[in-house]
């Protein structure tokens, strides 16, 4: 008799979770379908989207990342040379010391973040890697294939920089380089 009414919760119970998952993705499919979900750059995502697009963004440039071997990165010609590439080409988007990004990375959605801090959020493997790769759906171009990778890995140490520079110090610094 146990046996029996064992294998009727197990029973029931796989039913029951095959049925909810039957009902999640029939969910999923009308809100798809229906086009009821707002795509526009001018609204956010809903807070649940946005935690979980965040939240498997960082997973997956973690797990890309881990093969990433960092080269040393503290020569100030390196800095100097990233400071230029940066202000050429991240700057418009991610704002730098003293001044907030263009009005047109203000538009984006998502809005793009300042670098200011990225070290505080990333290790250096994954900015190298974000650089390099980009972030689908985001407006993070790939730079793979517009900077070398000597330029990337300079960019990767002027991001490592950013946090300790004042705005005259980077208006210094990125005077100075030349992008190509």
Request: charged fraction near 15%; aromatic fraction near 8%.
């Amino acid at each position: 008799m146990l046996a029996n009414r064992t294998r009727l919760i197990l029973t029931t119970a796989l039913a029951t979770l095959a049925l909810a998952a039957l009902a999640g993705a029939a969910v999923g499919v009308v809100v798809l379908k229906s086009g009821v979900y707002p795509i526009g750059a001018t609204t956010q995502h809903f807070q649940l989207v946005h935690s979980v697009l965040e939240e498997g963004m960082r997973a997956s440039v973690h797990r890309h990342s881990r093969k990433v071997v960092v080269p040393p990165l503290d020569s100030p010609a390196q800095v100097r040379r990233g400071a230029a590439l940066y202000s050429a080409n991240c700057a418009h988007c991610h704002g730098g010391p003293g001044f907030a990004q263009s009005d047109w990375g203000k538009s984006m959605q998502p809005l793009p973040g300042p670098l200011v801090d990225a070290t505080r959020r990333w290790e250096t493997a994954e900015i190298y890697w974000i650089t390099r790769n980009g972030i689908k759906m985001s407006g993070m171009p790939a730079w793979e294939y517009r900077l070398t990778e000597e330029e990337l890995w300079s960019v990767v140490s002027f991001v490592r920089q950013l946090p300790t520079l004042s705005a005259p110090e980077y208006a210094a610094l990125t005077a100075q380089g030349e992008t190509r």
